[in-house]
C-alpha cells in the first residue's frame, strides 16, 4: 500500500548532472535514503535524509557530487547528481522507512522503489 515513485533517470555524458525524485506518497519517515545497483555489482548505499534533524549521510564514492535534499509540501525528496561519472551508471532506487536505524544499511528500509535508469557514458 506505501508506494514510493522515482524519476528523473536518463543517459547522460560524463560531467553532466540529473536530478533524481522520490515521491514519498505524502507520509512522514524518519529517514529516506538513495542506494544505487550497476550491472553485476551489490545493490549500494548512497546517500540518505532524517525526517526529524535533516541530518543527511553520503557514501564516500559521491560526497561533494551528489547532494539530498527534501521538498516537505512536495512530498518529494530529491538526490541532486552533479559532475556524473560512468561509474555512476546504475538502477538508482528510492527507499524509506519509520525505524530509527542505521542510515546505511539496506535492512533499514521498509519501502522500495521500483528504481529510475542513469546511464553516464563516457
Known amino acids: 500500500q506505501v508506494q514510493l515513485v522515482e524519476s528523473g533517470g536518463g543517459v547522460v555524458q560524463a560531467g553532466s548532472s540529473l536530478r533524481l525524485s522520490c515521491v514519498t506518497a505524502g507520509r512522514t519517515f524518519s529517514t529516506v535514503a538513495w542506494f544505487r545497483q550497476a550491472p553485476g555489482k551489490a545493490r549500494e548505499f548512497v546517500s540518505a535524509?532524517?525526517?526529524?534533524?535533516?541530518?543527511?549521510f553520503q557514501a564516500d564514492s559521491v560526497r561533494g557530487r551528489f547532494t539530498i535534499v527534501r521538498d516537505n509540501a512536495k512530498n518529494t525528496v530529491y538526490l541532486q547528481m552533479n559532475s556524473l561519472k560512468p561509474e555512476d551508471t546504475a538502477v538508482y532506487h528510492c527507499?524509506?522507512?519509520?525505524?530509527?536505524?542505521?542510515?546505511?544499511?539496506?535492512?533499514?528500509?521498509?519501502?522500495w522503489g521500483q528504481g529510475t535508469q542513469v546511464t553516464v557514458s563516457s
Open positions: 527507499a524509506a522507512t519509520n525505524r530509527g536505524a542505521s542510515a546505511y544499511l539496506r535492512t533499514s528500509y521498509d519501502y
Open positions: 535524509i532524517r525526517g526529524s534533524s535533516g541530518n543527511t
